[in-house]
């Protein structure tokens, strides 16, 4: 059974990076597709970049693309987001989560989530 632990978060100033992690504990994580989503205060969830195991083009929400990297270490079940040149906008809580959605994207076609992990980025 998949079960996702994330961790990583923090506080950083605008400009700065951080690389956040998720592992999947039941170890079910090279048949899944993977994504990051995030949540800020008062916002709907908004789904950040996802990617599948067995390889193919990573994809990207718009107002991340260029900044944020996903990516996989099948080997040791964790996936990872490395931010950089953050903005204050992107304060949020970042889940990871797992399934087989037909749009990457939709939070709503993934069946396993982490408890999350909280960015804050200060101007």
């Known amino acids: 059974q998949v079960q996702l632990v994330e961790s990583g978060g923090g506080s950083v100033q605008a400009g700065g990076a951080l690389t956040l992690s998720c592992v999947d504990v039941g170890a079910t994580f090279s048949r899944s597709y993977m994504a990051w989503f995030r949540q800020a205060a008062g916002n709907e969830r908004e789904g950040v970049a996802a990617?599948?195991?067995?390889?193919?083009?990573?994809l990207y929400a718009a107002s991340v693309r260029g900044r944020f990297t996903i990516s996989r270490d099948n080997a040791n079940n964790t996936l990872y987001l490395h931010m950089s040149n953050l903005k204050p906008d992107d304060t949020a809580m970042y889940y990871c989560?797992?399934?087989?959605?037909?749009?990457?994207?939709?939070?709503?076609?993934?069946?396993?989530w982490g408890q999350g992990t909280q960015v804050t980025v200060s101007s």
């Open positions: 990617m599948y195991a067995g390889g193919g083009p990573p």
């Open positions: 989560a797992a399934g087989t959605p037909s749009k990457l994207l939709d939070g709503q076609q993934y069946h396993y």
